[in-house]
């Protein structure tokens, strides 16, 4: 027993306020009772939702207290309601301004908040989650460190045996098979791992038996989808499946021998078929490799705390496995499987910026309610003051103007719903997103929406009600209304509004900015008309007639009048090889640099339009250049302290290797990263290293030109389909996570400033209301409509500076952080400021002129004859 | 014999539901008991959960009907500091699941098993 967990008090208040008292003790002290007896039976988390759920439900009318126990006055409350309606109907534009303010504020911030939800809580679904970590090789080198997420088949069992205080692991390859279907070969992903898979992670299963989802060696456990496509039905235990392993070049018969259960969509493992790596005939050659990382490994310790003292005792297990000289420079380290989001998906920061977002675009709503409702108190004084004459307690207007405000959260607050039920689809289809409010039980949507109006009524109407409710009789009675003090803090509640709106608008046209700059940067190739086939030996049932295929494919292609280069190579831009290897300058006595390698053909560059900044190409078709040839990078020459002028060598082991060019940096990944030191070797086509033709060619009419391909392809009977793509499209999908993020900030910055608009409009309503008098007589004295106007807008000039002053460090320190992420990064320059100047200046002109406009030039005679 | 049935309940005025059965049995089992005791029993015997707002309503209309009597016990810590209700069947209560249980009995002797055999 770690401590002794209570149940939440909230409900038991709840209860015992609304409860009859005879009936009290039994009902919560059973409800205490069973919350103990649950949390040893189904855990805390779950005796807590139920505990909430009967405290609910125990709130039914046979066990409530009569109306007079409650002490509630309801026709009190009935006329509060009349009233707040009558007010609400009286003034149509303002009750409008606030509701529809209101209302799409709780719409912007139910969507942001749904969206961020499913980030930050991804993989929450794992309930080990906190125990989990990766197992991962840090290389130490002078540069810093480099972390590699790879890691070696037997490290799992290693690790188990070595340390006890990691409980269990499990060892995770996602690779690619073909499930073979009336002769048909269909890709799908596939997972190789343990059997402890689903004892680390929360997979369950549908059908079969979860504590042993696999029944022996030919086991495969698949998702619910692929039984039905393969099958026909769900449950599918027993069926024989037959797969194509393109990696191996051998065909496997599995069983079924169990479906998943369904889980969420945020999560970073998907499997959809998973079967035991143990179990493949394949296996055993790579058992005890300690010099081939391709898997994950996870490990689930029984103390997340342990995980540094087993950081600190790691360095052992590296000397014993490769040596005192490797322990030197190299670490085994845990990521917490709580950060992997961060580190491989996405930022987990960005989604609580959203959630800040949301937050203002809702404050942003709540302060226009508070300064229209404060605004109108010199109109309500009257009818306050005979309340007050009548003997209206301080506490009870605080509570009809209470009950107001909770009348207009209230229908804010459901229409906003009715927006998110109506928007969602378009949301979810625009940004390529899959949220909704109805995946949610109808209940906690219900409690949520509640809460959301109680809160919304609390903070907007409780500086209102206490300041409307301190209206002094006697001034009502002289006609004399004083409500001095408000000015100051409504003005500061607008300065609030615009620093919002500034923050908002630059940040989005800086973010904008840097977006269009990775967009549009030179990348150092030539990305246009470029068409990529992703097509490897492995597609075809015997490689070396694969190798033969391809090569009559690729010549096929090179034979076509609009094709002006065809290329074959291991890797392409946008992704870039991921192999490394240990490489030293001849000569050099250090460490070997670990480096990044890849295969081209000789007509790599001149395909993509890279620029060979010193020596030659490799030569085509040349054997020689194969075997001992290297053309390096920029990065990487200066990696190796290379000078252009000499023959330079690296060593790969004992082996020699000539430097025979050096090309351009090009970037091959997003911006976000500095181009990374890079080898290059050749191969000519002809050899199954290469995974991808690049064509460079005309793309007039091409329709006609890709049946004309695919015909091709189809002819040379590989194991899958075409896959292609094209260059600009991959770099633009570099880009989609920033994209998604601009354009969600842009849409929401519309939306607060839109918000912001409405109030502002109000509350010039209300000013030029208050100050008519003021301006005819001016204007019968002799004033100038333009003296008049600036009149007015010096007011708004004011709060526009002090909103800049405030708005625009906080944009500074938040981008500028924001940018720490890219490498190939943008200056915050002024003019982005200049321009969110003009944008507000230009709105408020809007907002703000054609109201003074009219009032400065309405005749005089009107306002004034009433005196 | 299905008139007879519903003769007795009407008899003696009282319409008892399944749940309602259910509990006066573990009532009877267990000579006196309260709320969440009964919630574990149920759980025991059935093999499936049922929710403590369900368990007091039936109480309540069982006792309305003369079948259990009830008084307050003592307060524990872990109630939260809070007594509970004991609750013990009745003699009408006894009799009320007897006879149930024995109209039932006879009624089953009925089914001619011969039909259902193999299936």
């Known amino acids: 027993m770690k401590s002794n967990p209570q149940p939440p008090n909230w409900p038991d208040k709840l209860l015992s306020r609304f409860c009859r008292p005879e009936l009290a003790d039994e009902i919560l002290g059973d409800l205490h009772e069973a919350f103990h007896w649950r949390v040893d039976t189904i855990g805390v988390k779950s005796a807590r939702r139920k505990f909430i759920w009967e405290c609910l439900k125990s709130i039914k009318p046979s066990n409530l207290r009569s109306f007079h ?107 690619e098979a073909r499930v073979i279907k009336n002769n048909q070969y269909i890709e799908e992903n596939i997972l190789y791992t343990d059997e402890s898979f689903f004892d680390v992670f929360s997979f369950r299963l549908k ?146 910026t959203l959630v800040f977002i949301g937050l203002g675009i809702l404050l ?26 009548l003997g209206a307690f301080k506490g009870q ?80 009675l002289r006609q004399k209304f004083s409500f001095g003090k408000s000015v100051g803090l409504r003005n500061a509640l607008v300065i609030v509004q615009f620093a919002i709106a500034v923050f908002l608008i630059s940040s989005t046209l800086l973010i904008r900015n840097q977006i269009y700059y990775m967009a549009d940067k030179d990348m150092g190739f030539d990305p246009g008309e470029t068409l990529i086939i ?11 007639q694969g190798i033969v295929k391809l090569n009559t494919f690729k010549n096929e292609l090179k034979s076509k009048s609009y094709m002006k280069a065809v290329t074959m190579s291991r890797s392409v831009p946008t992704f870039w090889t991921r192999s490394f290897m240990f490489v030293r300058p001849d000569g050099w006595t250090g460490d070997p640099l670990r480096m990044r390698f890849t295969y081209l053909d000789a007509h790599f560059f001149d395909t993509y339009d890279i620029e060979i900044k010193y020596g030659n190409h490799f030569l085509p078709d040349s054997e020689g250049d194969q075997r001992n040839s290297v053309i390096l990078n920029e990065a990487a020459m200066k990696a190796f302290e290379f000078t252009p002028e000499n023959n330079n060598v690296i060593k790969i082991g004992e082996t020699s290797i000539n430097v025979v060019g050096v090309v351009e940096d090009f970037n091959f990944e997003s911006l976000q990263n500095e181009v990374a030191p890079t ?17 460079k060619m005309e ?76 301006i005819s007589i001016r204007k019968v004295l002799g004033a100038e409509v333009k003296g008049l106007i600036s009149l007015i807008f010096k007011d708004f000039a004011k709060w526009v500076i002090a909103a800049f002053a405030i708005g625009i460090p906080v944009v500074i320190y938040f981008i500028s952080g924001w940018l720490e992420n890219y490498h190939y990064r943008i200056d915050i320059s002024w003019i982005t400021f200049a321009m969110t100047l003009i944008t507000i200046i230009v709105l408020v002109t809007i907002t703000v002129g054609y109201q003074s406009l009219r009032a400065a030039n309405s005749n005089p005679v009107k306002y004034l004859k009433d005196e | 014999m299905r008139i007879d049935y519903l003769n007795i309940i009407n008899h003696m005025n009282l319409q008892l539901g399944v749940l309602e059965e259910i509990i006066l049995i573990i009532l009877l089992m267990k000579d006196e008991t309260y709320g969440v005791d009964i919630a574990k029993e149920y759980e025991k015997q059935l093999n499936q959960s049922i929710s403590l707002p369900a368990i007091h309503v039936v109480l309540k209309r069982l006792e309305k009907k003369g079948l259990v009597n009830s008084q307050m016990g003592e307060p524990t810590a872990e109630r939260g500091g809070r007594r509970k209700r004991i609750y013990t069947a009745t003699n009408k209560g006894f009799e009320a699941a007897r006879d149930l249980q024995h109209k039932r009995n006879e009624m089953w002797k009925l089914i001619p098993k011969l039909n259902f055999i193999g299936s």
């Open chain 1, 207 to 352: 059908f079969g038996n979860s504590d042993q989802p696999f029944q022996d060696k030919s086991s495969i456990v698949l998702l619910p989808e692929i039984a039905l496509k393969y099958f026909g039905k769900e449950n599918a235990i027993g069926e024989e499946m037959e797969l194509f392993i393109p990696d191996e070049d051998t065909t496997l018969r599995f069983y079924v021998s169990g479906i998943l259960a369904e889980y969420p969509t945020n999560t970073s493992l998907q499997p959809n078929m998973v079967i035991q790596m143990e179990g493949l005939p394949f296996y055993p050659r790579y058992a005890s490799r300690w010099d081939n990382s391709f898997i994950e490994t996870y490990v689930l310790l029984d103390d997340p705390n342990s995980a540094q003292s087993l950081e600190l005792a790691f360095p052992n297990l590296v000397e014993s496995i490769w040596g005192a000289e490797v322990m030197d420079n190299t670490n085994f380290k845990l990521l917490p499987y709580t950060a992997y989001y961060d580190n491989f998906v996405g930022s987990k920061k960005d989604a609580r």
């Open chain 1, 397 to 476: 207007l605080r509570s009809q103007f209470m009950t107001e405000a909770m009348v207009v959260s209230l229908l804010s607050a459901l229409f906003g719903v009715g927006l998110v039920l109506l928007g969602t689809p378009y949301f979810n289809e625009f940004f390529g997103v899959t949220i909704s409010l109805l995946q949610y039980p109808i209940t906690q949507v219900l409690v949520f929406i509640f809460m959301l109006t109680l809160l919304l009524g609390f903070l907007s109407g409780s500086y209102p009600a206490l300041y409307l409710s301190s209206v002094k009789v006697l001034d009502v």
């Open chain 1, 69 to 175: 126990h409650l002490s509630l006055n309801t026709m009190i409350i009935r006329n509060y309601l009349k009233i707040a309606f009558r007010n609400l109907l009286k003034r149509k534009s303002f009750s409008f301004i606030n509701i529809f303010g209101l209302a799409t504020g709780v719409a912007a911030f139910i969507l942001i908040f749904l969206y961020a939800i499913q980030i930050l809580t991804f993989d929450d679904f794992h309930e080990k989650k906190d125990s989990i970590f990766l197992v991962y090789k840090e290389r130490i080198t002078p540069d810093g460190t480099q972390p590699t997420y790879d890691t070696w088949v037997p490290m799992k069992d290693r690790l188990l045996s070595e340390y006890p205080d990691i409980q269990s692991g499990a060892r995770v390859y996602s690779t």
């Open chain 1, 679 to 695: 080898l290059m070797f050749h191969r000519t086509a002809e050899h199954a290293v290469h995974r991808y033709i690049t064509c």
């Open chain 1, 534 to 544: 992703n097509a490897s030996a492995g597609d075809f049932l015997d490689r070396d």
């Open chain 1, 699 to 774: 793309m007039t009419g091409l329709s006609s030109k890709m049946e004309e391909i695919e015909a091709m392809w189809k002819n040379l009977g590989a194991t899958k389909s075409i896959d292609y793509t094209f260059m600009n499209d991959r770099i633009d999908r570099l880009y989609e996570s920033e994209q998604r993020y601009m354009a969600l900030i842009t849409l929401f910055s519309i939306i607060s400033i839109i918000i912001a608009c409405l109030g502002l409009y109000g509350l010039t309503l209300f000013i030029i209301e208050k100050r008519q008098k003021e």
């Open chain 1, 364 to 389: 942003i709503a709540i302060i226009n309610f508070m300064n229209l409702s404060t605004a109108q108190a010199s109109q309500r004084s009257k009818e306050i003051g005979l309340r007050k004459v």
